[in-house]
């Protein structure tokens, strides 16, 4: 490795996540996603105001409710397995180790992502089959759980952790490891050039759906099905899939994901890093 790490903060793991978050919204959620939202928000009831006033507004809900939280949680879970596996602040963690850190991070952000996607799933169903069960996000937050319950929310669960955990040990030590691989010799990690960064950043993210896309696919198709239709979870949904399908089902929308991994994830890990560095420029003690 090249350089002694410094000590981990898990308060600027968390900032600088979320910043990474507002980059990676910038690269990744067009401005053509707001405009479908503006077209397609639900007419407001009398006397509320409607769910979004204006393209900004549509932006920055967009950019808060749905990627700097998980983003931010991501990072900080993997700084904090960082931080259980040293015994000492400035120890190097082998690559089996930053694996480990990263799953844990996954673990951290299955919590949001379960119940966010959920109902992601239902609206953009709803969306495409032209009936309007469902008002918008807080309603069917607000019907899922008067029909069934919490666990109504959280279906998917057990899927979204398939996805995320080893997705995420995927992301995060691929990410180091190239860094280590850019660092020119007698240079220091914390030193790598932007281009260098986005790349690593944008690589990390490739791979981490490489990982992630047979579970998410499963994921999606239990978590939109009619209740009772997966008595036995994701192996229905697995043995149902591959069946009618093939293999090649597990990987439905492969060229699209990857297509928006690399930007995305590039412009993510470049403003944690420029985040971070601010960090620790201005609050050196934190």
């Not at 996000?137 to 029909?147: F, G, M, N, S, V």
């Not at 944008?202 to 239990?222: C, E, H, Q, T, Y």
Request: proline share 8%; hydrophobic share 40%.
């Amino acid at each position: 490795m090249a350089e002694q790490p410094k000590p981990i903060s898990p308060l600027k793991n968390l900032l600088a996540g979320g910043f990474g978050g507002v980059c990676l919204v910038f690269v990744g959620h067009p401005l053509d996603t707001v405009k479908v939202r503006l077209q397609t928000q639900p007419p407001s009831l009398p006397g509320q105001p409607p769910m979004y006033s204006g393209t900004f507004d549509c932006f920055r809900k967009t950019l808060f409710r749905e990627v700097s939280t998980y983003r931010s949680g991501a990072l900080a879970g993997f700084g904090l397995g960082k931080k259980l596996q040293q015994k000492h602040p400035k120890d190097v963690l082998s690559y089996p180790q930053l694996f480990a850190a990263g799953m844990l991070s996954g673990v951290f952000t299955t919590g949001i992502m379960t119940p966010g996607e959920r109902i992601k799933c239902l609206l953009q169903i709803q969306a495409s089959s032209g009936e309007t069960k469902y008002t918008g996000t807080l309603d069917c937050a607000k019907k899922l759980y008067q029909e069934f319950g919490i666990r109504g929310i959280y279906k998917g669960t057990v899927l979204t952790l398939m996805r995320d955990v080893p997705a995420s040990g995927m992301y995060f030590m691929t990410y180091e490891w190239l860094k280590n691989i850019f660092t020119p010799e007698g240079k220091r990690v914390s030193e790598l050039s932007a281009p260098r960064i986005l790349v690593a950043g944008g690589v990390a993210g490739i791979f981490n759906w490489a990982v992630a896309i047979p579970p998410d696919v499963l994921k999606s198709r239990f978590q939109t099905a009619p209740p009772g239709k997966y008595p036995n979870g994701f192996r229905d949904v697995l043995r149902e899939l591959i069946r009618d399908e093939g293999v090649t089902s597990l990987y439905k929308g492969f060229n699209a994901v990857m297509i928006r991994a690399f930007p995305a994830n590039a412009a993510c890990f470049l403003g944690f890093e420029v985040a971070m560095k601010f960090l620790n420029w201005a609050t050196p003690n934190l």
